[in-house]
């Protein structure tokens, strides 16, 4: 299973790069569009509003894709932090009994001391391999948001080192906050909707309409264009 790699800078990141691209091929596209005189008005419409809605869908699938790769990334430091009580699923019933028992006992003595003393019961685990004590700590560490003693264990048991500050950075991005929002909001608002974009929906279906005719009601619910 390939691991997912750590989130670059957005200056790096191919998806905010992506979403940068869309919006400059969006003006390149649409300007020699609008300055082609020997086009009509409903042609330039329809293809400036087509345009657009592909530049909207590219920013929408870029930033899609982006928090796509940033869950899972989560989910793998997540994963890698022995929580729950980790008992197999081919285990029998009476070891699943004793396993989970002993994860309680421990749960209740990590929940009763403070968090010196569960730093204590961290090192005895480690100290004679008490796979049950040890996921009762964490568990309490991650659940009670005690970052400390989560990273006193990942620093010296994991090879992905500051892999608890890089999970905190990465629920805050995925929450809207977060050093790098500026850039969210940047790159990923499409650029201000043209007019031609409030033109071609409305003036699609008729091919007397043109851009800007808001038309005229004959008659309840009906609109007429080009009869002015």
Do not use: C
Request: hydrophobic share 35%; glycine share 6%; aromatic share 6%.
């Amino acid at each position: 299973m390939t691991i997912p790699a750590p989130m670059p800078h957005p200056n790096e990141d191919v998806d905010h790069l992506a979403a940068r691209t869309s919006k400059t091929t969006f003006v390149e596209q649409a300007d020699p569009i609008r300055s082609n005189h020997d086009a009509s008005a409903r042609w330039k419409a329809q293809q400036v509003s087509d345009l657009y809605d592909v530049h909207v869908r590219e920013i929408t699938e870029a930033y899609e894709r982006l928090t796509a790769r940033r869950r899972e990334r989560l989910a793998h430091l997540e994963s890698l932090v022995p929580v729950g009580a980790g008992i197999a699923e081919d285990a029998t019933p009476a070891d699943k009994a004793v396993l989970m028992t002993a994860f309680r006992v421990a749960w209740k003595e990590a929940q009763a001391t403070d968090r010196a003393g569960r730093m204590r019961m961290l090192a005895e685990a480690e100290r004679f391999g008490d796979d049950a004590q040890r996921r009762a700590v964490l568990t309490f560490a991650v659940d009670h948001g005690e970052v400390d003693t989560v990273r006193a264990w990942t620093d010296f048991h994991l090879e992905e080192k500051g892999m608890v500050d890089e999970a905190q950075s990465l629920r805050e991005v995925l929450a809207g906050r977060g050093p790098n929002r500026g850039f969210e909001r940047q790159d990923f608002t499409p650029v201000p909707k043209p007019q031609e974009a409030y033109d071609w929906p409305l003036i699609a279906d008729d091919p007397q309409a043109q851009p800007r005719d808001t038309g005229r009601e004959v008659r309840p619910g009906v609109i007429e264009y080009g009869r002015r």
